[in-house]
């Protein structure tokens, strides 16, 4: 299945692409997507309704993020070999573990707003993985059981907050916009492999970014079992799983957005983004 949200911001509805890539409105059979109503059992419970006897939605207007809210919206760090070559650092021995703040999340299709004070802010598309149920000491064999489903996601960045400032990454990783997800959260079982998934950024309309998830150093199977030896994750978390190579930062010289960029962010058979940059006001 894929299930998005439509309408004005703070007003969104759920809705689901049917077999015409028609919006249907979910509107009284879901409360809304987020937390447990992205459990794996809710997703059973929309699998088993009849869409055809939904209301096609004619005009859906804006699409907003896939997900209303998060509990935890969790990164993954260096998670690319070609990545973490353009940094100049060595592949990690375990995955680098970050936070997104959750008031970070946004609309694919949304501006993306530059902080006041920045000079370095960049782009990262990301594959994202919803999580479905409760996961605490899962094995990697059963790690996937734990997926709900997958999403695009633009990992906005701000370089300087990111790691010339003191601190932890989250201060670079934070600021409202810089969580672009969606436009659709696609249910896993129309993903059988994870690690097979091309992913793409373009900038003004020029490649920057052009990877495959099989470049990853850390599977998602890997990423869901490691995260979970040191926390409960929750239905409705969402996780980034690393960009590839192709960010601003690795450039040379170094090229970061500017007011009027229009990046197109793209994961395989997870929908296509489209937000341009504006400055804060």
């Not at 940094?87 to 959750?102: C, D, L, R, Y």
């Not at 594959?127 to 996601?153: K, M, N, P, Q, W």
Request: hydrophobic content about 40%; some cysteine.
């Amino acid at each position: 299945m894929k299930l998005l949200r439509y309408g004005p911001a703070g007003q969104e509805k759920p809705g689901i692409l049917d077999a015409d890539g028609n919006v249907r409105d979910l509107s009284g059979k879901v409360p809304d997507f987020a937390g447990a109503g992205v459990s794996v059992a809710a997703l059973d419970a929309i699998r088993a309704l009849d869409i055809a006897t939904l209301p096609v939605v004619a005009n859906p207007g804006r699409i907003g993020a896939c997900l209303a809210s998060v509990p935890n919206f969790f990164c993954i760090g260096l998670n690319y070999a070609k990545h973490a070559a353009e940094s100049g650092m060595q592949p990690p021995k375990e995955p680098v573990v970050f936070n997104k703040a959750t008031s970070a999340l946004s609309g694919p299709f949304d501006p993306v707003i530059i902080p006041r004070a920045s000079t370095k802010a960049d782009w990262e598309v990301e594959l994202g993985v919803i999580i479905g149920r409760e996961a605490l000491y899962v094995s990697e064999a059963d790690a996937l059981d734990y997926v709900a489903g997958y999403c695009t996601i633009n990992d906005m960045s701000e370089r300087e907050f990111q790691i010339e400032r003191s601190g932890q990454w989250v201060k670079g990783k934070s600021a409202p916009t810089f969580g672009p997800v969606g436009p659709y959260l696609v249910t896993a079982d129309e993903v059988p492999d994870p690690q097979a998934l091309k992913v793409s950024l373009t900038l003004n309309g020029t490649v920057v970014q052009n990877s495959s998830t099989a470049d990853m150093i850390f599977s998602v199977r890997q990423i869901v079992s490691h995260l979970s030896q040191f926390m409960k994750l929750q239905p409705g978390d969402i996780i980034a799983t690393g960009t590839p190579e192709g960010v601003g930062m690795g450039m040379k010289p170094q090229r970061f957005l500017k007011p009027g960029d229009v990046m197109e962010i793209e994961v395989q058979g997870l929908g296509r983004q489209r937000q341009e940059a504006v400055a804060a006001q």
